[in-house]
């Protein structure tokens, strides 16, 4: 067994236990009626976990990395991934705030339940 | 093999793995544009169910497992063949597809059991999104599995040419590919979905 064997192994365990931890986190969560954990720090967690997981097998799967032969590989990755960044949290940022831009009435109730104030 | 070749042969099989690697990430674009699609759309329920009325997180695991350990086994068959071991090489293939075929089967199983209980495509803007997410992602499994049964069949029977070995490699960092975007489905549709 050659070293390319291990970085596929270590790549399955490490996946399998990062993907495991977030299961875990949100079935701990769900099992105690939602009591266990917040959503913004449970959000932060698993996100994390992702990002992380995504490396584990960018690296060791596809051995994506710094050497020569996958500089370029490295560098429309990179490119790509700004797209994404662009296109996802800049879709987010848009429609989360176009309620914002209704007739002033609509936002009025709108920033009223948005902001948590009742009348 | 001709003496002379190999070097240039090398250098087109990168090549042609670039251009192949450039395609992966513009699919990767159309990825996030549906992601991007999901996100604003997954409170968009119209009054139906949302995702924590719907998805079944011990099922989803499963998926993601056998996913996961499809991907490791598809990593082996290209070791084995680049080590020329070519019957090593299909076994492991046979094992990748019977595992991709089971993670495509348990999520045929569930689209149709959400449609059957009503909550198709076209319930609600959520509904929409998720089977445009989830869906694109299961055609390129299927796309992904009729090419490995391509691939296996004419490694079978013409044996590890380096034409064919080059047509592996791709095929592996297709099913990769596959593996890393389930990772963000798997998070931000089916684990955020039912906080």
């Known amino acids: 067994m050659n070293a390319k064997f291990y970085s596929y192994l270590s790549g399955l365990l490490a996946s399998a236990v990062l993907a495991g931890a977030a299961f875990a986190l949100i079935g701990v969560h769900v099992r105690s009626h939602h009591l266990v954990f917040g959503h913004e720090f ?13 490396g584990v097998q960018l690296r060791l799967f596809l051995h994506l990395g710094l050497n020569k032969s996958a500089r370029w590989n490295l560098a429309v990755f990179i490119s790509t991934f700004s797209l994404i960044l662009i296109v996802v949290l800049g879709s987010l940022w848009i429609m989360n705030h176009l309620n914002y831009n209704m ?13 948590n104030m009742f009348r | 093999m001709n003496e002379a070749l190999p070097a240039i042969g ?16 513009t699919d990767l674009i159309s990825f996030a544009a549906l992601f ?3 996100s604003v759309l997954r409170g968009s329920t119209f009054g139906g169910p949302d995702g924590a009325d719907l998805f079944n997180l011990p099922f989803v695991f499963a998926e993601t497992m056998l996913l996961l350990v499809s991907s490791f086994t598809c990593g082996l068959a290209v070791l084995a063949a680049e080590q020329n071991k070519q019957p090593r090489a299909l076994i492991w293939l046979a094992v990748t597809f019977l595992l991709g075929g089971g993670f495509l089967a348990l999520e045929l199983n569930e689209f149709s059991r959400l449609v059957a209980e009503g909550n198709g495509p076209q319930r609600s803007a959520f509904l929409s999104a998720f089977f445009a997410l989830v869906g694109t992602h299961g055609l390129h499994i299927a796309v992904g599995l009729l090419w490995m049964a391509v691939v296996a069949l004419v490694i079978w029977r013409r044996g590890l040419s380096s034409k064919n070995f080059s047509n592996l490699l791709r095929l592996g960092l297709f099913w990769h590919f596959l593996d890393i975007v389930w990772i963000f489905i798997f998070t931000i549709v089916y684990l955020m979905g039912v906080l």
């Open chain 1, 42 to 54: 449970l959000i932060g967690a698993i996100l994390l976990l992702a990002v992380v997981q995504a």
């Open chain 2, 10 to 25: 090398f250098q087109r099989q990168e090549r042609v793995a670039f251009g192949f690697w450039v395609y992966l990430m």
């Open chain 1, 103 to 115: 007739t002033p009435q609509q936002v009025n109730d709108y920033m009223m339940r948005s902001e």
């Open chain 2, 36 to 38: 991007a699609a999901f």
